[in-house]
Every structure is written in C-alpha cells, then in structure tokens.
C-alpha cells in the first residue's frame, strides 16, 4: 500500500449495521444467483446476536425488481440478467432466515447495486456516525454500499468473516481496495467488542 494510504477510519460512538443482500436469491444453493454463503450467515447471526443485544440497530437490503425496478436498473439487468431472479412475492427477494430477522429491523429494497443509490437508506441512517457492513457480494454491492458510506461520512467498518463473494480473488482484491480507501477491514471480534461497548 502506498504511502498515505491505509488510515483508519475508527469506529465512532453512534453505529448502525447493514446486511446487504443476503436474501434467499443469494444464499440459497439453488437460485441462479447463489454464492457459497454458508459461513458467512453463520459469522453475521452472531455479530447481529451482539448487535441486538448492544441495542444497536440493524438494518436489511433485498435486491427487488418490479416494473419501476426493472425499468430503473435496465442496464444493470442486460449485464446480469439472472437478477430477474428477484421478483416481487417471490421467496428469492425474503432475507435469509438465518439471520433472525426481527419485524422491527427494516428491509431496505434496492435496484442497483449500493444500499444508498435510490433508496431512503441514506435518510435512516442520517444520524450514526459508524455503518457497519455485512453481506454479499464483497466485490459488488458490499464494496458499492462502503463508498456510498463514506461519501455520506459515515464511517465504514466491514468485519472480514461476515462478508463473502462468488470469486475468492475479487473477494481479497476488494478487501484490500476498501482497506487501502474506503474502510477499515477487522475481525469479527473486534467489531463485536466495539458494538458491545457503543450499547
């Protein structure tokens, strides 16, 4: 890494927790959309465990395309077209139940690839100063929602075993791209001491 690159960003005294993507269409080995995900859910229950216990509020993103969707993110979906996966009423678009998700945490539906672009994200989380960042893919639309993070000055932190992607390589290389720019890369320890201690 260059020099003057690779400060911390820090983990502030107000922060919130997304899990982007994990719904059914990417976790569940049968979808077309499927990543190997199984650790993954496993290390993000238990930092949500401590999460919810801290009191710290969790949000969700599914990827959902609806007519407004599909019109919105036309190039996205010639590109992917195996997103079409997600449609509306579908189990695909339901978040893993895994996960636990409890009826007061929100599910934030999304079209393109951050948790911020054309959605109310933005606007929830206006009040934290910390965005912990969970979910699939490491590459994409982790590594989109951490730079929409930073640029709406939150803080990013991406605990490594809670993230994952369909390609170890890009998986690392996006690692190492947030680290060196947008985010600080941790264990998942030292993000659930830090969300124990913000509660």
Not at 62 to 88: I, M
Request: hydrophobic share 45%; charged share 20%; glycine share 12%.
């Amino acid at each position: 890494m260059p020099e003057g690159f690779g400060g911390a960003v820090g983990f502030g005294s107000r922060p919130a927790v997304v899990v982007v993507d994990l719904n059914r269409g990417f976790t569940d080995p049968s979808s077309p959309l499927a990543c190997a995900l199984d650790e993954v859910l496993v290390a993000v229950r238990e930092l949500l465990d401590v999460a919810r216990g801290a009191g710290v509020p969790v949000f969700f993103t599914t990827v959902v395309y609806d007519d407004v969707g599909e019109a919105a993110a036309a190039v996205f979906l010639r590109k992917v077209p195996a997103l079409r996966t997600c449609a509306p009423g579908t189990p695909w678009v339901e978040v893993d139940p895994r996960l636990g998700r409890l009826e007061t945490e929100p599910v934030i539906s999304k079209s393109g690839a951050s948790a911020f672009f054309g959605t109310p994200f933005g606007a929830m989380v206006a009040g934290f100063d910390t965005l912990v960042v969970c979910g699939a893919s490491t590459s994409g639309c982790v590594r989109a929602t951490v730079v929409d993070a930073m640029q709406h000055g939150l803080a990013p932190i991406i605990p490594r075993e809670c993230v994952g992607d369909r390609s170890a390589a890009a998986h690392e290389q996006s690692l190492a791209d947030i680290a060196g720019r947008y985010g600080d890369v941790v264990g998942l320890a030292e993000v659930a001491r830090a969300l124990h201690e913000a509660g």
